[in-house]
């Protein structure tokens, strides 16, 4: 799957730093050239003579060392890779990298990088949860870095929590799905709306939806291995996105307008998986509301229609709407198809047992323009995905 392709492994200091001598064997033994830069604290944990071995190439440590052959290391490494993978990736490591800071070897060498970089983090939970962190998580997301992990568990320290790093076979086919550059939607760029939204009453409630978000992110990882270029805007949800999926975060039905409208021009695919609240407060207010001991009425304005503006913009772009509907919806979702303006509208009727919000799995039928629907039995959100994604390539003009 590799063959050909030069990988710099990036090893920083955690316990999960002996795992990556299984992920730089993986990576060797699907033909790829191993580079391995090591930072100090790493060496502490596993040896450069271990890499060393695994990889056939010399390990790359200090900065200042002298080199074998005289080039700016640092360049150099970064120059010649195809993808830059960093695993475990520390806190330390993935601040540095988000802030821009150059401290060692391995993190000028991710500055220099023009190549996709893929960041495994490790480490403690509380390091994990942290706002700093997550904030350096975030941006790197939103700058197009894949994360992959971590994993919930028994940690090192003994704590149970997010923080272990993902399996090196994991992380592996992650490297291989980002560098396959094949795939049926190769060069194809795809949009992905998720979740649920939320419309703000104050500033201490909302009126929300139960989306979870999985068939939405479940849609994008599936356009992600098919070669898609994805962008996912994601209302909240508890899900990390998928693998090389860049995602743009969106808290309420106009923030969603707002950023799907800011990728929708170049978007060849469009799949709009989100739960939109159709009306949000009219007023929200700038204080908690209080009590007043009776009644109390809120008055709601209608959100805009993102999924109709964007059939009516429509200019040869594959636009698949969803609709949740309870009861046989079939009438209203072929409405709400031509309405607005979609290619096929995926229906599920979310009362249903196994269908609809929160659930792993979904009962869908694709309804089409000229009336024809075809039913879906109970199968996994990710298959449903799946089946989406055949029939946007079938539907797509080669
Ligand atoms: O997230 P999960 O827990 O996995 O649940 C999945 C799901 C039930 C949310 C998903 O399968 C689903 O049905 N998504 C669409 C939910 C919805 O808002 O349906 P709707 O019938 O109200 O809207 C029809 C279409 O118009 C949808 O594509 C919706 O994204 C879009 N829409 C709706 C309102 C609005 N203001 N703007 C929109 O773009």
Avoid at 366 to 394: C, H, M, N, W
């Amino acid at each position: 799957m590799l063959a050909g392709k030069k990988i710099v492994l990036g090893v920083t200091g955690g316990i999960a730093a002996y795992k990556a001598v299984d992920l730089a064997s993986r990576l060797k033994k699907s033909g790829a050239e191993v580079r391995v830069v090591m930072t100090e604290a790493a060496a502490a944990f596993v040896r450069p003579l271990t890499f060393r071995t695994i990889t056939g190439n010399p390990v790359h440590l200090r900065q200042f060392e002298e080199p074998r052959v005289w080039n700016v290391e640092h360049v150099a490494l970064a120059e010649q890779a195809d993808l830059v993978v960093v695993a475990p990736a520390t806190a330390q490591t993935i601040a540095c990298l988000a802030l821009g800071l150059a401290p060692d070897l391995l993190a000028t060498m991710l500055l220099a990088a023009r190549s996709p970089i893929l960041v495994a983090p490790a480490m403690n939970t509380a390091m994990y949860l942290h706002p700093a962190t997550q904030e350096h998580l975030a941006t790197l997301r939103a700058r197009g870095v894949v994360l992959v992990g971590p994993e919930a568990g028994t940690l090192a320290c003994g704590a149970e929590g997010p923080g272990r790093m993902s399996e090196p076979a994991e992380i592996a086919a992650a490297a291989e799905r980002l560098l396959a550059g094949g795939g049926p939607l190769a060069g194809r760029q795809a949009l992905v709306t998720a979740g649920g939204t939320r419309e703000r009453l104050d500033p201490v409630r909302y009126i929300g939806n139960f989306s979870s978000g999985k068939m939405g992110y479940a849609v994008a990882e599936s356009l992600a291995a098919a070669g898609a270029t994805v962008t996912l805007v994601s209302a909240p949800t508890a899900l990390a996105p998928p693998a090389g999926v860049r995602l743009l975060e969106a808290e309420s039905a106009l923030a969603m307008r707002e950023a799907v409208l800011s990728c929708w021009e170049t978007s060849e695919i469009v799949v709009m998986a989100a739960a939109v609240a159709d009306y949000r407060p009219a007023a929200p207010a700038t204080g908690k509301i209080r009590k007043t001991g009776g009644d109390f009425t809120l008055t709601l304005t209608e959100n805009p229609d993102i999924l109709a503006e964007l059939g009516r913009r429509k200019q040869g772009q594959i636009l698949v709407g969803f609709a949740a509907e309870t009861g046989d919806g079939h009438a209203r979702g072929l409405e709400k198809l031509r309405r607005k303006n979609a290619d096929f509208l995926v229906l599920n009727d979310v009362t249903r047992p196994g269908a609809g919000f929160g659930a792993d799995t979904n009962i869908v039928s694709f309804l089409y323009p000229d009336g024809q629907a075809r039913e879906l039995p109970l199968l996994s959100k990710r298959e449903v995905a799946a089946r989406i994604t055949e029939e946007i390539i079938r539907l797509l003009p080669q």
